[in-house]
């Protein structure tokens, strides 16, 4: 993760590419968008995640690699779609983490279909002041 300017700009919903890697799981799978930002302590990870509860997420880090995976349920499964404009999966996507993260104090909150992780900075990554003596 780096914290270069980059012109922010809106993406469409995309589904997960088989060159991305093959679910394991039955159904159609779609990669979250996400905004990251970067504080003093800490990088801040916002993923939209439309239909995802608690009980269906599921996120683990290994071997450096940060995993988010979500099952979504259709909600009208009784009804015949004529239209649509919004496909209905799950999510997946994967971050590389870089040693400035403790993977250990990473935390997780789901709210209104956006997703909040706190990826805290390792201490040997945070900026720190250096006292100056007169000699």
Same mark, same amino acid.
């Given at each position: 993760?780096?914290?270069?300017?980059?012109?922010?700009?809106?993406?469409?919903?995309?589904?997960?590419?088989?060159?991305? +890697?093959?679910?394991?799981?039955?159904?159609?799978?779609?990669?979250?968008?996400?905004?990251?930002?970067?504080?003093?302590? *800490?990088?801040? %990870?916002?993923?939209?995640?439309? +239909?995802? @509860?608690?009980?269906?997420?599921?996120?683990? #880090? @290994?071997?450096?690699?940060? *995993?988010?995976?979500?099952? #979504?349920?259709? *909600?009208?499964?009784?009804?015949?779609? %004529?239209?649509?404009?919004?496909? #209905?999966?799950?999510?997946? @996507?994967?971050?590389?983490?870089?040693?400035?993260?403790?993977?250990? @104090?990473?935390?997780?909150?789901?709210?209104? +279909?956006?997703?909040?992780?706190?990826?805290?900075?390792?201490?040997?990554?945070?900026?720190?002041?250096?006292?100056?003596?007169? *000699?």
């Amino acid at each position: 993760m780096t914290t270069e300017n980059k012109e922010i700009a809106v993406r469409d919903k995309e589904e997960l590419k088989k060159a991305e +890697g093959e679910p394991t799981r039955a159904g159609t799978y779609y990669q979250p968008a996400v905004d990251i930002f970067e504080s003093k302590e *800490s990088f801040i %990870v916002l993923a939209d995640l439309p +239909g995802a @509860r608690q009980e269906n997420l599921d996120i683990d #880090v @290994r071997d450096g690699v940060l *995993s988010l995976t979500a099952t #979504v349920e259709e *909600s009208h499964q009784n009804l015949r779609p %004529v239209y649509r404009e919004y496909g #209905v999966g799950g999510y997946m @996507r994967r971050f590389t983490l870089s040693n400035k993260i403790d993977p250990s @104090r990473i935390e997780a909150v789901l709210k209104d +279909g956006v997703l909040t992780l706190t990826l805290p900075k390792a201490e040997a990554a945070k900026a720190r002041k250096i006292e100056v003596r007169a *000699s």
